[in-house]
């Protein structure tokens, strides 16, 4: 029987089964490679599109024409030179009319004094700097009817007050000397160890009373100063500022003033009646200005436990003015002495003094 050979024999399909086994595994490797490659050198995927770049191109910009210069103005030729025509002959002006002279009215000079005062009233209380001594200056005084200035006399006082609220007391004294030409003045107040005030007037008596040559004031925790009344160069000066005013003959001081309406009263007592008043100029420790003084009327008071009638004078301040009201009581029946005196202050404190004793001094 004769035998036949197979189609593949055994040891060549083992041969095409390795051939096959290899090419798979090489084709594997492959795809293995490509992928690693992929993640780790970042190729991208066959799959995804392709990112598009987009390159937008523009125009320059346009020149922008710079303006034409500006035209050089034409050279302007000088105007031919004219001879100038002499001006014509004006007519000399005719002389004026003589204007006829005018009386002023009675009540012109009036108007004025007292426009005048108004303005002396307002520079002396508003303004710190000198006043312009022409505008300032006082109605001429005649001197008084007649005047009997008081005998020497030491008077003492109980003083009583007001002050931020609470009442004071304590005790005060005034020293009067006449010394028949001339006269001097000593005050002072206190209140337990303190003195609140002390003054002092020194001066002559004369046609006019009481004509004070120099004031000096001393208050609680304030310098001393100084009012001068130079007669001779008629001007009244001070010392805590740089004021001056002309004195008139009857000019007085804070503290003289007193003892003038008490010389006025002896000399002539019908000048004190109920409304009566005294106009009288008076300087303080900066300025002066007029007083009016009114006599508000006849009124008891109380001396050292006695009655006593006295007459109650009174000066108001100006308008607007922070200064002093301040009442007297003059008493006919004790020499006209002062039995009490009481300073206002425009907040409402005070400081009363009550006689309480006096004492006649022999005359220097």
Sequence with gaps: MTSQTPFFNRSSSKRWLFAIAILVATLLLHLIIINWGRKYIGMPAATSEPEMVTISLQKPPATIPLPPPKPKPAPVKPAPKSTPKPPPEMPAPAAPAPVAQQE?????????????????????????????????????????????????????????????????????????????????IDGSASVLFFTLLQFSSDGMLDDFGVSPAIYTEKRFHKTATDTRFERARNTITFSASDNHYPCPGDAQDRASIIWQLAAIGRGNPAAFSAGAGFDIFVAGVHDAEPWKITVSGAEDVTVDGDPASAWHVVRLPQPGSYDQKIDIWLAPQQQWYPVKIRYTESNGEFLEMSLSSQTPLQPN
């Design 104 to 184: 002023l009215p009675p009540d012109q000079s009036s108007a004025n004094t007292d426009a005048d005062a108004a303005a002396v009233g307002n520079t002396i209380s508003n303004t710190p700097t000198a006043p312009d001594p022409a505008r300032q200056q006082p109605q001429p005084q005649t001197p008084p009817p007649r005047t009997d200035a008081p005998p020497s006399v030491a008077l003492q006082y109980d003083v009583q007050g007001l002050r931020e609220g609470q009442k004071v007391y304590g005790s005060g004294k005034i020293i009067w000397r006449n010394m028949g030409d001339r006269y001097r």
